[in-house]
């Protein structure tokens, strides 16, 4: 792995890396720049994705891609309703010599697509969700580290409902982001159409590895923020509690629940691999802003009198920058 001088130039060789990487992307995955961005900022924030798109948007697609350019390690989990956490984390079985051996299961992988995560009861999502945090598993009382780096992209369907077991606040907090997937614009799908449907196929270079990857990880968190970003971006989530000194009237209005203090810490993270990515060498307000909407629209639930009245989360977040 390359040494770099200072942190300067490491920022700078972020910055590059991100660039050349969304470069490389936007080969295959066509019209979905923010939500690779996302993808990518979570990826450096060490922090994990949720995916919010009707079928076709191209979620497998992304992931895989992204797995490919960072030449990581990609493994597909689909949730269903049979699934169990032995399915996902691996199990204990009794080998030829007669001893039990730990067989791996899926989510022994740097990046992990949890297809349509909704659709598998709490108890294996809970195995997930404690892979996440923990970034380990627990098979018959024996802990099992997961690779560096590990990361969770879980997709939702909005429309089908029926059959599905949705996540709660708690376990959304979990996710760095919440990131929506909207249908690509007339253009974007015609590319789309005329590249898929025909004969050629793209290879894409492999442009950094899981050690830089973890480099560039740790480099975020050194990057210096001053006083008065922290205190924006603290006093952004305090806005979002219903009863608190910082709450507005549309929060008291149409809020039940805000964000936790996991938002704060998500928003400078965010914020500072926002600056880094984009050639700056430390966060302004305008990088929390930035990242603001896809970290706080899974943390504010809305009560029954925005819902009658049509207003949005997006709407609220908005409201409040």
């Known amino acids: 792995m390359t040494a770099y001088h200072n942190d300067i130039a490491a920022v700078d060789a972020l910055h590059q890396s991100y660039t050349d990487i969304k470069n490389e992307i936007s080969k295959v995955v066509i019209g979905q720049d923010e939500a690779v961005k996302a993808v990518l900022i979570s990826i450096f924030s060490n922090g994990h994705c949720l995916l919010v798109g009707v079928p076709g948007l191209a979620k497998t697609l992304l992931v895989q891609t992204v797995a490919d350019v960072l030449d990581l390690q990609f493994n597909r989990i689909q949730f269903t309703p049979d699934l169990m956490p032995g399915d996902i984390i691996g199990a204990e079985i009794l080998g030829e010599d007669r001893n039990f051996k730990f067989i791996k299961g899926p989510v022994f992988s740097n990046i992990?697509?949890?297809?349509?995560?909704?659709?598998?009861?709490?108890?294996?999502?809970?195995?997930?969700?404690?892979?996440?945090?923990?970034?380990?598993?627990?098979?018959?009382?024996?802990?099992?580290?997961?690779?560096?780096?590990?990361?969770?992209?879980?997709?939702?369907?909005?429309?089908?409902?029926?059959?599905?077991?949705?996540?709660?606040?708690?376990?959304?907090?979990?996710?760095?982001?919440?990131?929506?997937?909207?249908?690509?614009?007339?253009?974007?799908?015609?590319?789309?159409?005329?590249?898929?449907?025909?004969?050629?196929?793209?290879?894409?270079?492999?442009?950094?590895?899981?050690?830089?990857?973890?480099?560039?990880?740790?480099?975020?968190?050194?990057?210096?923020?001053?006083?008065?970003?922290?205190?924006?971006?603290?006093?952004?989530?305090?806005?979002?509690?219903?009863?608190?000194?910082?709450?507005?009237?549309?929060?008291?209005?149409?809020?039940?629940?805000?964000?936790?203090?996991?938002?704060?810490?998500?928003?400078?993270?965010?914020?500072?691999?926002?600056?880094?990515?984009?050639?700056?060498?430390?966060?302004?307000?305008?990088?929390?802003?930035?990242?603001?909407?896809?970290?706080?629209?899974h943390r504010i639930v809305r009560n029954y009198r925005a819902e009658a009245e049509g207003l949005s989360i997006e709407k609220i977040i908005k409201n409040l920058l």
């Open 112 to 297: 992990v697509l949890a297809d349509e995560i909704n659709r598998t009861p709490p108890k294996t999502q809970a195995a997930l969700l404690e892979a996440m945090q923990e970034k380990a598993v627990t098979a018959a009382g024996f802990k099992h580290i997961l690779p560096k780096p590990f990361f969770v992209l879980a997709t939702q369907n909005p429309i089908e409902q029926e059959g599905t077991y949705p996540l709660p606040e708690a376990q959304l907090d979990r996710f760095m982001f919440n990131i929506q997937l909207t249908y690509p614009s007339f253009a974007d799908e015609m590319t789309i159409v005329r590249n898929s449907t025909g004969g050629e196929t793209v290879n894409l270079r492999k442009l950094i590895n899981a050690d830089q990857i973890q480099y560039f990880q740790q480099l975020i968190r050194t990057i210096p923020v001053t006083d008065n970003v922290l205190e924006y971006a603290v006093k952004l989530t305090g806005k979002t509690r219903p009863g608190s000194p910082l709450a507005t009237t549309e929060i008291n209005q149409y809020v039940n629940w805000g964000a936790g203090p996991r938002a704060s810490q998500f928003l400078i993270l965010g914020a500072k691999c926002h600056a880094a990515i984009s050639g700056k060498y430390s966060p302004d307000i305008e990088d929390v802003q930035a990242v603001a909407e896809a970290i706080l629209r």
